[in-house]
Every structure is written in C-alpha cells, then in structure tokens.
C-alpha cells in the first residue's frame, strides 16, 4: 500500500514529480477501489497543509491554483478505481460555489469522484447567485444538489439559495448537501440543508445513499 503520510506530504509540498511517482506506482499493484479512496482523501488532507502555508504566508494564489491543478490530475489517473457505474446511470447532481466565493478546488474533486461514482454533474462553476442554481434545477432536474464554499460569508449565500429554491417551488424535489472549509452542523441548520461534510469522497458517499 501506498505511504500515504508521504502522499499527504507530497501534496503540502507541491512536489508533482514525487506525487507523480507515489500515484503510478500505486497504479501498478492493482488497487482496489477502497485504497484508491485512501489515497484521495490522504491527497485533501496534504490541501490543508497548502491551506496553513498560505494563512502564514509562505505560499500565494499561484500556489493554490496549482495545488488545485495537482489534485484534478490525482483525481483523473484515479478515476477508473473509484466508481464502477455508468456515466449518468445514478442520476444527476448540480453542484456550484455559491455567491461572493470563487474557490473551486474542493468542488472539482468532489464533482471528479461523483463522476467516477455514476453520477452525472453539472458544474455551474465559482460565484453563482441563488437564481443560477434555481434555473439549474428547472433545467436538469437533479436529484442532488451541492454547495461549495470556503468562506464564511459563503454560508449566508448558501441560506439565500436554500430560500431561493424554497420560493421557486423546487425544494421538495431535490437533496441538498453543502461542502467546504467552512461549513459545520451549525452552519448546515442554519442555511437549511439536507447534509454537510468538509471531506469529498465523504460528500459522495452521502448522495450515494440519497441515489
């Protein structure tokens, strides 16, 4: 089994040629599906290493971007151990970063791992008002959807989505998660939705149980 302490290191680091390496060597052994989750959960952990870096200054927006870049890679190699299920065949998830909020990073894994898991998602992108999410759900008709933010302020807009959503007559259809660093139970209560969790691979395996 792949060190993952190591792995979660290498992602702090930023180091692509030793994470490289750690990923295809695990490949190679054949793994299963579990320890591929291991893996992409020890790979978010190493994101809050890159997270405290930045709080104290000792890494910047560039390094974040590319932070990111390096977990979509992880999540693309390790896509095909994650999910057996067709594209699609466990219904729809419409996911986006709420408004006044323009962090993807956490989304984009979890939208890779929903993929992976048979879900097929729509990505609205960063910064989206209430009303974006309301015409998503018209539109697509999911049976899921996600949240994403990271900051605080993040989690009055998710509350004005849930409330938009309420008042376009939608609400009773749909599950609706949130994720991100700052969401909490409290914070799930407060903004009215179904579910919340800080981990991706977490966040699928709920909506796995709402499919």
Known sequence: ?????????????????????????????KPSGDDARKVVEACQQGMEIVGSNFEKGEYFVGDLIFAGELLTQAIDKLKPLLGSGATGSRGVIVVGTVEGDIHDIGKNIFKGMAEAAGFSVVDLGIDKAPEVFVDAIKQHKPKIVGFSGVLTLSIDSMKRTVEAIKAAGVRDGVKIIMGGNAVTAEASAYAGTDAWTRNAAEAVKICGGWA
Do not use: P, R, Y
């Open 1 to 29: 089994m792949i060190d993952l302490a190591k792995l979660k290191q290498n992602v702090g680091d930023l180091d692509e040629d030793s994470l490289n390496k750690s990923l295809n060597e695990f490949l190679a052994t």
